[in-house]
């Protein structure tokens, strides 16, 4: 079905790998619009519960975007392509109901490091490397990098490390909050499936309320905390929150269906 993705489902988990090894997973056009694609089918399919992005082969996540398709154009086509990017993927991605994870294989730079924060937490590799090189192309990061960098690790070291350009590793990437675990290269999907499978177990219409809420406070949402209330309330109308009061009182393991 996809030219430069894999995917595959596998107990209600979906998982995306992006796979142009040979290019260590670089983003172009195709990407993009495929992307685009596979992020509808976790909108519009039941059976995906939550999703797994990750890259093919044990060097790269995605060594950043294909740079050969920059050199024709200009202010609008560079602002259009931003935008595209932006529309179809990224923010699709951050806003999408059901839990996006990155599991980050190697090479995370420019775009790749964008579509790492794009999701809705990091797991990386011990070999994951981070970056924002943009600035050595004489740019700036253009698919929401500049923003979610800084809510995930703060002013300071955002400007520091894309004004240098410098890569970090994964440990430091985990000491600043960019990801939340660190494990062997080997033992990243399992582990990965792992968290995914246990979110699984969960409400799934809270999660989706959990989702939303939190990037309203990640962007500063100055109604966040009266968004919350609404939402809390919500969640009592649902079939979920009736059978995760009845399963606490009995003392049993709750069921949930979405409903």
């Known amino acids: 079905m996809y030219q ?11 998982i995306i790998t992006i796979n142009r090894p040979d290019k260590l997973n670089a983003l172009n056009k195709d990407v993009i619009e495929e992307l685009g694609q596979a992020i509808n089918e976790v909108y519009n399919n039941e059976a995906i519960k939550t999703v797994i992005l990750t890259g093919a082969g044990e060097k790269g996540f995605v060594a950043g975007a294909d740079i050969s398709e920059f050199t024709a154009l200009d202010a609008a086509g560079g602002a259009a392509l931003a935008k595209k990017g932006q529309d179809h993927v990224f923010d699709k991605i951050e806003n999408c109901p059901k839990p996006v994870i990155a599991a980050v294989n190697g090479f995370a730079l420019g775009g790749g490091c964008e579509l790492a924060m794009s999701c809705h937490f990091r797991v990386a590799a011990e070999n994951a490397k981070f970056g924002q090189p943009e600035v050595n192309l004489g740019l700036i990061p253009g698919y929401g990098g ?17 004004m240098t350009a410098d890569m970090i590793g994964a440990e430091e990437a985990k000491s600043l909050g960019l990801v939340n675990h660190v494990f062997p290269l080997q033992d990243l999907m399992a582990e990965t499936k792992k968290i995914a499978q246990k979110i699984q177990t969960k409400a799934p219409i809270a999660i ?4 939303a809420s939190i990037n309203e406070a990640a962007k500063g949402e100055t109604n966040g905390f009266a968004n919350e209330i609404k939402r809390f309330g919500l969640c009592f109308s649902t079939s979920d929150m ?3 009061t009845t399963a606490f009182l009995e003392k049993r393991k709750a069921s949930f269906v979405g409903k």
């Open 4 to 14: 430069t993705l894999l995917t595959d489902l596998q107990d209600g988990t979906f």
């Open 146 to 162: 500049t923003q979610r960098l800084t809510q995930l690790i703060g002013k300071g070291k955002a400007m520091e490390l894309m």
């Open 208 to 211: 989706s309320q959990i989702i």
């Open 242 to 244: 009736k059978e995760g």
